[in-house]
T-cell receptor, first 111, second 116 residues
Framework: GQNIDQPTEMTATEGAIVQINCTYQ??????LFWYQQHAGEAPTFLSY????GLEEKGRFSSFLSRSKGYSYLLLKELQMKDSASYLCAVRDWGNTGKLIFGQGTTLQVKP | EAGVAQSPRYKIIEKRQSVAFWCNPI?????LYWYQQILGQGPKLLIQFQNNGVVDDSQLPKDRFSAERLKGVDSTLKIQPAKLEDSAVYLCASSLGRDSGSGTQYFGPGTRLTVL
């Protein structure tokens, strides 16, 4: 079966660091994506991991461990505009390469 | 570069009525996806096109939903007849192709459908 788990909600303080975890159990794996979605808007691409390790992109970093079925998104120097939902998605192996999304983690950044 | 375009942005209909959504993907993107996102959930794939052919419609409720991508560019998604549980945001996304690098998908702004 396909299962992707993320915490439903998180709260953090402006300027702090927050880590959003994602665990997955899927029948196939061909990469993991993180998307940011502000309320009422479309998801926007943040990061992609296909090999184990850390990918850094400015204030955002994403980590993957394929053996553990685990990823996290790390947000540093939090800003108020980072308040959004963060979606973890696994790309399925096979003919379609479709994305399977988790339910998303709603992050609230407080002053 | 222009992003994925969708229309309308909002639609309110009564149950049993019909509705259609339109999507224009990023130029040159061969793969087009329609997702349904219910409030508080992640997007769920309804149908995936590669050029003008369907590669995955396993989660499309085919008794009421249909989609087409004529000429391999624009696409329309139709619901007929609508049910209350169809209230959701319908997102269109496109990518260069499922075998092109990461196959990163880029999303349009979505259509928020309310069925009364």
């Amino acid at each position: 079966g396909q299962n992707i788990d993320q915490p439903t909600e998180m709260t953090a303080t402006e300027g702090a660091i927050v880590q959003i975890n994602c665990t997955y159990q899927t029948s196939g794996f061909n990469g993991l994506f993180w998307y940011q979605q502000h309320a009422g808007e479309a998801p926007t691409f943040l990061s992609y991991n296909v090999l184990d390790g850390l990918e850094e992109k400015g204030r955002f970093s994403s980590f993957l461990s394929r053996s553990k079925g685990y990823s996290y998104l790390l947000l540093k120097e939090l800003q108020m505009k980072d308040s959004a939902s963060y979606l973890c998605a696994v790309r399925d192996w096979g003919n379609t390469g479709k994305l399977i999304f988790g339910q998303g983690t709603t992050l609230q950044v407080k002053p | 570069e222009a992003g994925v375009a969708q229309s309308p942005r909002y639609k309110i209909i009564e149950k049993r009525q019909s509705v259609a959504f339109w999507c224009n993907p990023i130029s040159g993107h061969a793969t087009l996806y329609w997702y349904q996102q219910i409030l508080g959930q992640g997007p769920k794939l309804l149908i995936q096109f590669q050029n003008n052919g369907v590669v995955d419609d396993s989660q499309l409720p085919k008794d009421r939903f249909s989609a087409e991508r004529l000429k391999g560019v624009d696409s329309t998604l139709k619901i007929q007849p609508a049910k209350l549980e169809d209230s959701a945001v319908y997102l269109c996304a496109s990518s260069l192709g499922r075998d092109s690098g990461s196959g990163t998908q880029y999303f349009g702004p979505g259509t928020r459908l309310t069925v009364l």
